[in-house]
């Protein structure tokens, strides 16, 4: 597509599920990163993935958050057993990579834990 | 990782004022990037720099890469209602990419009629 896509735009969860949020990249985008936002707050870097590297999972607040890029391309968050200090604004951004590293981001997926 | 310092966290304007703001690194970045963040949307890239020394401009946007390359500031000339929101700036780091991008806490711009 055009432009960076996520989904769903907004996600409400019951205290304890699970949840999956999904970024499709621009395409031909070797990187692509999640960023996690709280309202009114700036953007914490959760992981990143740059072509067939291993991910850089240095970001992730607990082992209840994981990330995987299938092919390349698509990539989901899941967030397991989600509490209510995940409710946040999760952005996805993808760019070229070490050639060019301006990221695109999409509109982002806002997840509401109940 | 890399820290970005961003001032100022806000800004009260009167329409048509211009506006500075500016990033520091304790770092050296070999790219700044500056962003804008409407409510409800994802940041937009507005300018991006490559070269210390560098000056760009977008129509009323300006943005310098610092000598030093541990600072950047961006200015808006002759500010309009639609510059609000919350302007973030950001730098691979090291490593062209590793680590991720590193973000500002951001500066909000409120402009008052």
């Known amino acids: 597509g055009a432009g960076v896509s996520q989904s769903p735009s907004n996600k409400v969860t019951e205290k304890g599920k699970d949840v999956e949020l999904r970024c499709d990249p621009i395409?031909?985008?070797?990187?692509l990163y999640w960023y996690r936002q709280s309202l009114g707050q700036g953007l914490e870097f959760l992981i990143y993935f740059q072509g067939n590297s291993a991910p850089d999972k240095s970001g992730l607040p607990s082992d209840r958050f994981s990330a995987e890029r299938t092919g390349g391309s698509v990539s989901t968050l899941t967030i397991q057993r989600t509490q209510q200090e995940d409710s946040a604004v999760y952005l996805c951004?993808?760019?070229?990579?070490?050639?060019?590293?301006?990221?695109?981001f999409g509109q982002g997926t806002r997840l509401t834990v109940v | 990782g890399q820290q970005l310092n961003q001032s100022p966290q806000s800004m009260f304007i009167q329409e048509g004022e211009d506006v500075s703001m500016n990033c520091t690194s304790s770092s050296i970045f070999n790219t700044w990037l500056w962003y804008k963040q409407d409510p409800g949307e994802g940041p937009v890239l507005l300018i991006a720099l490559y070269k210390a020394g560098e000056l760009t401009s977008n129509g009323r946007l300006t943005a310098q890469f610092g000598i030093t390359r541990k600072d950047s500031f961006l200015n808006i000339s002759a500010s309009i209602p639609s510059d609000v929101g919350i302007y973030f700036c950001?730098?691979?780091?090291?490593?062209?990419?590793?680590?991720?991008?590193?973000f500002g806490k951001g500066t909000h711009l409120i402009i008052q009629p």
């Open positions: 951004a993808s760019s070229l990579g070490r050639v060019r590293t301006e990221a695109f």
């Open positions: 395409s031909g985008h070797t990187a």
């Open positions: 950001a730098g691979p780091g090291r490593g062209g990419g590793a680590d991720g991008l590193t």
